[in-house]
C-alpha cells in the first residue's frame, strides 16, 4: 500500500467528545489541537508531504453556545 503525499483533516466533534465523557468542552478542543500536533509531527516520517487542516467554518460563528 502507498502512502498518500497528501492528507486532509477536518477537526469536528471535539466538543462532543469532551461532552460525552464528562469533560468541558475546551478540554474537548484541547485534545483536539493535541492530536493535530501529533499528526502534524508524525507525517513527514509517514511520508507525507502536504496536510490539510479544515478547522473552523465561518457558519460556527452563529452557532449557539
Not at 466533534?13 to 468542552?25: D, H, T, V, Y
Not at 475546551?26 to 507525507?48: D, Q
Amino acid at each position: 500500500m502507498t502512502t498518500p503525499a497528501h492528507v486532509a483533516i477536518i477537526m469536528d466533534g471535539n466538543g462532543r467528545w469532551a461532552k460525552a465523557r464528562g469533560m468541558p468542552r475546551l478540554a474537548g478542543h484541547r485534545a483536539g489541537v493535541e492530536a493535530l500536533r501529533k499528526a502534524v509531527r508524525a507525517a513527514p516520517g509517514l511520508g507525507i508531504s502536504f496536510l490539510t487542516v479544515y478547522a473552523f467554518s465561518s457558519e460556527n460563528w452563529s452557532r449557539p453556545k
